[in-house]
């Protein structure tokens, strides 16, 4: 069964650090990985998937198939950047997404 | 158009009772998923629907949740003879067919099971 791991449960960094969070996961087959970002007080939303190979408010995924990984990264951390990050699977013939447990990322001032 | 919505935001029940959760999805989105989302748990699956299919139910963790849509729009969570680890934050997503990856979180229900 898919699995997906993000093992930090909290991250701090100070405003203008850079910031990696960690996502892996267990799937044999080939995957769509996603990372979703809940801001205080707000809903769910897509913030962006690996198959656009896009940059989203300064973020940006690799997907590593070789580590198995999907980091998510900036390099130069905001304070409006402190949310939930939850790193997402999802099956190549399924609907369905695997969540990870979420990092909440505090930018410190 | 609106968004996702769901009610009640908040529900206190007692334990043994019975809930219903209410899912409406973006007009035109065929796929509806319900996940819980619980403190240091991530969200967890729970069912999917999509079309006229038989829904994915490999995600309910009893026999006493249950779920329903009905006209391919409106969904119902019913969770039956309530128990304290059922409280959580109950999610519902919908999507188009064929971007399931890209869903739309409604604001989500916090059950408390007293």
């Known amino acids: 069964a898919q699995r997906v791991t993000q093992p930090e449960k909290l991250l701090s960094v100070f405003k203008g650090a850079p910031v990696e969070l960690k996502c892996n996961y267990s799937?044999?087959?080939?995957?769509?990985l996603f990372w979703y970002v809940q801001y205080s007080r707000q809903r769910l939303q897509l913030l962006l998937r690996?198959?656009s190979r896009e940059s989203i408010k300064g973020f940006t995924a690799d997907l590593n198939k070789g580590e198995t990984s999907f980091h998510l990264k900036k390099p130069f951390a905001q304070e409006e950047d402190s949310a939930m990050y939850y790193c997402?699977?999802?099956?190549?013939?399924?609907?369905?997404?695997?969540f990870g447990e979420g990092t909440q990322l505090t930018v410190n001032p | 158009g609106a968004g996702v919505s769901q009610s009640p935001s908040n529900k206190v029940t007692e334990k043994g009772k019975d809930v219903e959760l209410r899912c409406d999805p973006i007009?035109?989105?065929?796929?509806l998923y319900w996940y819980r989302q619980s403190l240091g748990q991530g969200l967890e699956f729970l069912i999917y629907?999509?079309?006229?299919?038989?829904?994915?139910k490999s995600g309910l963790p009893s026999d006493r949740f249950s779920a329903e849509r009905t006209g391919g729009s409106v969904s119902t969570l019913t969770i039956q003879r309530t128990q304290q680890e059922d409280s959580a934050v109950y999610l519902c997503?919908?999507?188009?067919?064929?971007?399931?990856?890209?869903?739309?979180f409604g604001p989500g229900t916090r059950l408390t099971v007293l």
């Open positions: 997503a919908s999507s188009y067919p064929g971007l399931a990856g890209y869903q739309f």
């Open positions: 799937y044999s087959g080939s995957p769509e």
């Open positions: 690996h198959i």
């Open positions: 997402a699977l999802k099956e190549t013939s399924g609907s369905r997404l695997t």
């Open positions: 007009s035109g989105h065929t796929a």
């Open positions: 629907f999509q079309g006229n299919s038989a829904p994915d």
